[in-house]
């Protein structure tokens, strides 16, 4: 275990050191030109995106643009709304531009009130260079070595934020490109090849000028001195200037860090949170230590010893239960639907995250992190079609029509959830509505790839002998007697749910705020860990859970092992109402829907994921009793 934790813990810091991208480096020649290509427009108050042209900026042609977009994207970027486009924004490796307009827009009322509605919503606009994405520049020295950059700039600035109580529009972007010179390959006729240069930095500080006042032809060109352009001005010139920078302490391989970087008192939080659930685990493991082996190798001892009588053999009452405890649990059907598609995330998770601690879902990689959680999912549809059919056989259920619900039960009610959500996103024009094309593509995958997987891992399941528990079934049901108000649902289910969610609390507020509040999250050391010490906590708290209730000789364990372990999601929704209510600022209805929406899909995910693990681990623990004592 020892070792585990220090692998993990190595992992999680060389995360922050180096990735693999995924992409090539790219070394440019001088005077080279390369186009800055535009991103969506994001906002944190308004989570819904927005094309780059969804407003009136200067543009180029509709065949060029078309041209571009031709371009196959990953499934992950459509779907999380990353829509790349060319623009007018060009540089020149090395070449300095002080000032350079590329058109002058006159704008009429409605496209100026459109601008004025994105500015108030606070959204930014993101471009991208040498597959870079450009950050606001640090207003100070302190701010660019201690703490991440903010990715992309602000269109404007809101006019609650102005002493003229105007909103002005940021139409001037001043890059600063940062570069390393690489060292020169000998040709062929041992003589030095052109000197290459390669990108390690793009940053943007936006301003807010009226070229009326200050022109881009002025001789000493400044833009801290321009008089602010307002909204109510009819004609916008758009200008860029840019600035080239040589750093030689940043490689090509670093060169995501400034976006990745944690602030010292992040680094605190992440550690005294390791070392918090580190405490839960162990407090956990003590008591399973404790309470369940030392009482577990009394009884095992009363009820093996012959010598005892049986008065004193049937002192305890979980034995008593025995020809109780396997009995088909009531809507044996739907457990088993639960449990495969439990063990198919589970098996989803865990790939995920060896894929992203050897760094191959790296942010410069667009969409692949979200590509690789679908792909998986889909291609382990057989491990769940497998579990399924082991349980079911057990049952004596073995029906052909209950795999097909394992196939299409979970992933009909996440399809059919997000579909609602995309028609709301397409009713907004939003760049994360995702094109029919696409959602013909996701139910290829589905009912083309994942069900038939499905089924083959059933067939080799039906296959497998039958489990066949330790104890004969009583043909009578047992009564069962009444139970003390703390171990009677729902507070048996709800509360337990508490420990494995304080254990996994604070990476949850930091995934959160990389999801809602435009952050880049790539701590994937630190969320292995996370993630195992929920995986172990969700197991000891359901097992000590299940060993309370069968000593009370209460047998209904199957659906209680999966339910209370299961309710880490229902705690995890409610931290997300918290979570809105408190850090969020979302006035739209349309985007709390969507934000409502999209976290109760992912509370769902882990109600299902968090069950599986503590199903598993308490049905492992009953077999392992009952199969430890003498039944006559």
């Given at each position: 275990?020892?070792?585990?934790?220090?692998?993990?813990?190595?992992?999680g810091?060389?995360?922050?050191?180096?990735?693999?991208?995924?992409?090539?480096?790219?070394s440019y020649?001088?005077?080279?030109?390369?186009?800055?290509?535009?991103n969506?427009?994001?906002?944190i108050?308004?989570?819904?995106?927005y094309?780059?042209?969804?407003?009136p900026?200067?543009?180029?042609?509709?065949?060029?643009?078309?041209?571009?977009?031709?371009r196959?994207?990953?499934?992950?970027?459509?779907?999380?709304?990353?829509?790349?486009?060319?623009?007018l924004?060009?540089?020149s490796?090395?070449?300095d531009?002080?000032?350079?307009?590329?058109?002058?827009?006159?704008y009429n009322?409605?496209?100026?009130?459109q601008?004025?509605?994105?500015?108030?919503?606070?959204?930014?606009?993101?471009?991208?260079l040498?597959?870079?994405p450009?950050?606001?520049?640090p207003?100070?020295?302190?701010?660019?070595?201690?703490s991440?950059?903010?990715?992309g700039?602000?269109?404007?600035?809101?006019?609650?934020?102005?002493?003229?109580?105007?909103?002005?529009?940021?139409?001037h972007?001043?890059?600063?490109i940062?570069?390393?010179?690489?060292?020169?390959?000998l040709?062929?006729?041992?003589?030095p090849?052109?000197?290459?240069?390669?990108?390690?930095?793009f940053?943007?500080?936006?301003?807010?000028?009226?070229?009326?006042e200050l022109?881009?032809?002025?001789?000493?060109f400044s833009?801290?001195?321009?008089?602010?352009l307002v909204?109510?001005?009819?004609k916008v010139?758009?200008?860029?200037s840019?600035k080239?920078?040589?750093?030689?302490n940043?490689?090509?391989s670093?060169?995501?860090?400034?976006?990745?970087?944690s602030?010292a008192?992040?680094s605190?939080i992440?550690?005294?949170?390791i070392?918090?659930?580190?405490?839960?685990v162990?407090f956990?493991?003590?008591?399973?230590?404790?309470?369940?082996?030392?009482?577990?190798?009394k009884?095992f001892?009363?009820?093996?010893?012959?010598?005892?009588?049986?008065?004193q053999?049937?002192?305890?009452?979980?034995?008593?239960?025995?020809?109780?405890?396997?009995?088909?649990?009531?809507?044996?059907?739907w457990?088993?639907?639960?449990v495969?598609?439990g063990?198919?995330?589970?098996g989803?998770?865990?790939?995920?995250?060896v894929?992203?601690?050897?760094?191959?879902?790296?942010?410069?990689?667009?969409?692949a992190?979200?590509?690789?959680?679908?792909?998986?999912?889909?291609l382990?549809?057989?491990y769940?079609g497998f579990?399924?059919?082991r349980?079911?056989?057990?049952?004596?259920?073995?029906?052909w029509?209950h795999?097909?619900v394992?196939?299409?039960?979970f992933p009909?009610q996440?399809?059919?959830t997000w579909?609602?959500?995309?028609?709301?996103?397409w009713?907004?024009?939003s760049?994360s509505a995702?094109?029919?094309?696409?959602?013909?593509?996701?139910m290829?995958?589905?009912?083309?790839?994942?069900l038939v997987l499905?089924?083959?891992?059933?067939?080799?399941?039906f296959?497998k002998?039958?489990?066949e528990?330790p104890?004969k079934?009583?043909?009578v049901?047992?009564?069962?007697?009444p139970?003390?108000?703390?171990?009677?649902?729902?507070?048996t289910?709800?509360?337990?749910?508490?420990?494995?969610?304080?254990?996994?609390?604070i990476?949850?507020v930091?995934?959160?705020?990389?999801?809602?509040?435009?952050?880049?999250?790539?701590v994937?050391?630190?969320l292995?860990?996370?993630f195992?010490?929920l995986?172990?906590t969700?197991?000891e708290t359901?097992?000590?859970m299940?060993?309370?209730?069968?000593?009370?000789?209460?047998?209904n364990w199957?659906?209680?092992?999966?339910?209370?372990s299961?309710?880490?999601?229902?705690?995890?929704?409610?931290y997300?109402?918290f979570y809105y209510?408190?850090?969020l600022?979302?006035?739209?209805?349309a985007?709390?829907?969507?934000?409502?929406g999209?976290?109760?899909?992912?509370?769902?995910?882990?109600?299902?994921?968090?069950?599986?693990?503590?199903?598993?681990?308490?049905?492992?623990?009953?077999?392992?009793?009952?199969?430890?004592i003498?039944?006559?």
């Open positions: 275990m020892k070792t585990v934790l220090a692998t993990l813990l190595a992992l810091l060389a995360c922050d050191a180096f990735y693999i991208p995924g992409v090539m480096p790219m020649d001088k005077n080279a030109d390369l186009g800055i290509k535009v969506s427009l994001t906002s108050q308004n989570i819904m995106p094309e780059w042209y969804s407003l900026f200067c543009a180029p042609s509709k065949e060029d643009r078309n041209k571009y977009t031709a196959s994207q990953n499934l992950g970027e459509v779907l999380w709304g990353d829509k790349i486009e060319i623009s924004y060009s540089v490796v090395l070449i531009e002080p000032c350079k307009v590329i058109c002058q827009m006159e009322e409605k496209e100026m009130r601008f004025q509605n994105r500015i108030e919503q606070k959204y930014r606009g993101n471009m991208v040498d597959n870079l450009v950050a606001e520049e207003s100070t020295e302190r701010q660019s070595t201690n991440a950059v903010q990715v700039f602000p269109l404007g600035v809101p006019k609650s934020t102005t002493m003229r109580g105007e909103t002005f529009i940021n139409n972007l001043a890059f600063t940062s570069y390393n010179k690489q060292p020169s390959v040709l062929k006729n041992g003589e090849g052109p000197e290459k240069y390669r990108i390690v930095g940053q943007v500080t936006p301003y807010s000028i009226d070229h009326e022109q881009c032809s002025a001789a000493k833009p801290e001195n321009g008089k602010p909204t109510s001005a009819k010139a758009w200008s860029y840019v080239w920078v040589e750093d030689a940043v490689d090509w670093t060169r995501w860090d400034v976006y990745l970087r602030t008192t992040e605190r992440h550690w005294f949170a070392i918090n659930s580190l405490l839960v162990v956990l493991s003590v008591i399973v230590a404790i309470i369940l082996l030392r009482a577990l190798h009884d001892n009363r009820y093996n010893d012959a010598d005892n009588s049986e008065e053999q049937e002192e305890t009452g979980w034995k008593l239960v025995h020809t109780e405890v396997f009995r088909k649990p009531p809507y044996a059907m457990l088993c639907v639960y495969g598609t063990a198919q995330l589970l989803m998770s865990v790939s995920t995250l894929f992203a601690l050897f760094g191959f879902l790296s942010p410069a990689n667009r969409g992190l979200l590509s690789a959680l679908i792909f998986l999912f889909v382990l549809g057989s769940a579990t399924s059919a349980l079911l056989k057990m049952f004596g259920m073995r029906t029509k795999i097909f394992v196939g299409l039960f009909g996440i399809v059919f579909f609602c959500l995309n028609l709301l996103l009713s907004k024009s760049a995702v094109p029919f094309t696409t959602i013909l593509t996701i290829a995958l589905w009912i083309g790839v994942s499905v089924l083959l891992g059933a067939v080799v399941g296959k002998q039958t489990l528990p104890c079934i009583n043909a049901k047992r009564t069962i007697p139970q003390p108000w703390y171990l009677r649902a729902p507070q289910i709800l509360l337990p749910g508490i420990l494995p969610f304080g254990a996994a609390f990476e949850s930091f995934i959160l705020s990389s999801v809602w509040q435009g952050r880049v999250y790539y994937f050391g630190f292995s860990l996370v195992l010490i995986v172990v969700c197991a359901t097992i000590v299940i060993y309370f209730q069968l000593t009370r000789e209460d047998y199957w659906w209680r092992s999966f339910l209370t299961g309710s880490y999601g229902f705690w995890l929704y409610l997300c109402i209510l408190t850090t600022h979302i006035p739209s209805i985007s709390s829907i969507l934000y409502f999209y976290m109760a899909m992912v509370s769902y995910f882990f109600f299902v994921l968090t069950g599986f693990i503590g199903f598993v681990s308490s049905m492992a623990f009953v077999w392992k009793i009952y199969s430890s003498k039944i006559e």
